[in-house]
């Protein structure tokens, strides 16, 4: 006689019993089948308690039930919810021990299959990462706790997203699997140090947290912090970092400006001529590469535009080395090249980019978005490839119809050119510069490989 367990959940899974389990539980006790039956009886079982309740389960987290030697002991898995597995795995086992059947065949048997099926998860991960590579698959979908709010590490191993108050979720693209990790109360908005080695936190008035970063975890025991508390409301709005243990932060209200020595740990203003240097959060950045801070703001005549590039001493004292003049105002978020071009919005999302000094006016980009120029176009993002020093930009050109150029400074390369359907809120670029990643909603992100597109 066969004995079939191929089960049915009932209700719920985390409820109720899995008929398998109820079926094995009927059997006369120390009852004995064939060997072979008896050990396919156990591992049909299991793995059907596998695919059922197992089904987040990695590659990586068989492995390691594997190494333990202990079939029904399920490692933490961070980012996933194995406890209904872990739960009816120990049942199971009970059972066995019950039927008189828990002997080391039973447990050889139950590894040997526990390896096939992490090299099925293998195979089947490398198998869709290749067919998205070879564009048979065009983007990949990221699922993320507030991935609208995302940042990537700088080596592009990671993504890093505050999911609560207290939560983080590190997203791995190696083995595209979700860890969590909890914080203290009170840490917020999280980016990674220039180097990849720390993830800084907004704690408190003027304040940030330097929490290690090491082989995808933070290490909250090892934290410490940067500044004193400032006055109430002043919070930080905005935290950029930068080459040489640098970061920045803006103050909300004043919108002054402070380095942030990650070395010495130590806060100070950025000063010019000897007052405070200050600028809205959407106004300033770092330039690519350097620790030179980016302010787009209005020209003297209060005419039009200007960006301002101000390499910062150690002590925050700021000397002006270079600026672009914009035609239109106010103008934001302005990169430079690697070819010496500053590029920008201006407030209504037009795109504009100013050449060298002396080399005529700001160009408005945008009819070379787009074939024709509808009015309805609009920027999106714009980030450095950090491969090429070019500039990538996401621009949206109707309802669920954006496009991705390549910008040199000088013309936009149209055979990098490509259109996506969907909502995009903000692109990063991997170091390697052939993966993009793109916040799409609340708890989703996509990946495409730029391959697909040459």
Known sequence: MRFSFLFLLLSSAASARPTCLATFATLPPFSMPAEG??????????????????????????EAIVNSAKPFEIPPQHGNDLLSLQRRLKEFEVLIAQKGWNDPDTKIHLLSDLRQRALSLRKARTTRQEAIRKGRLEQEVIRLENASRFTPSPDGQYLL???????????????????????PPGY???????????????????????????EG???????????????????????????????????????ELFLYDLKDKKRVPVLLNGRPLAAPSTNWTVAPGTSDLTIADLDEAGTGARAIRYRVAADGTATVTEWRTFQRFPVKKVQWTAGGYAVGYTKWDRFLAAALPGKGPAM??????????TGGTSIIDVQPDPSTGDLLVLAKLAAEQF?????????MNRKSLFDLKG???????????????????ENEAKQIFLENYE
Request: proline letters at 4%; hydrophobic letters at 35%; glycine letters at 6%.
């Open 161 to 183: 997203t505050q999911s609560a108050d207290t939560t983080q979720q590190i997203y791995h693209f190696d083995t595209e699997r979700t860890e969590t990790s909890e914080s």
């Open 403 to 411: 496009r991705v150029v390549r910008f040199d400074g000088k013309t």
């Open 423 to 441: 909502e995009y809120l903000s692109l990063h670029v991997s170091p390697d510069g052939k993966r993009l990643v793109f916040a799409t909603g």
């Open 217 to 255: 975890k933070l290490d909250w025991a090892s934290k410490h912090e940067i500044g004193t508390s400032l006055a109430f409301l002043q919070n930080l709005n905005r935290v950029v970092t930068s080459p040489g243990d640098r970061a920045y932060g803006s103050i909300r209200v004043q919108n």
């Open 188 to 214: 917020d908005s999280p980016v990674f140090t220039a180097d990849g080695k720390a993830v800084l936190f907004h704690h408190g008035p003027g304040k940030i947290a330097y929490v290690p970063f090491r």
């Open 364 to 373: 408005d980009l945008l009819p070379k978005l787009t074939d024709t120029d």
């Open 37 to 62: 039956e008896r050990l396919e009886l156990i591992s049909q079982t299991y793995r059907d308690l596998f695919d059922q309740l197992g089904e987040s389960a990695s590659a990586e987290t068989v």
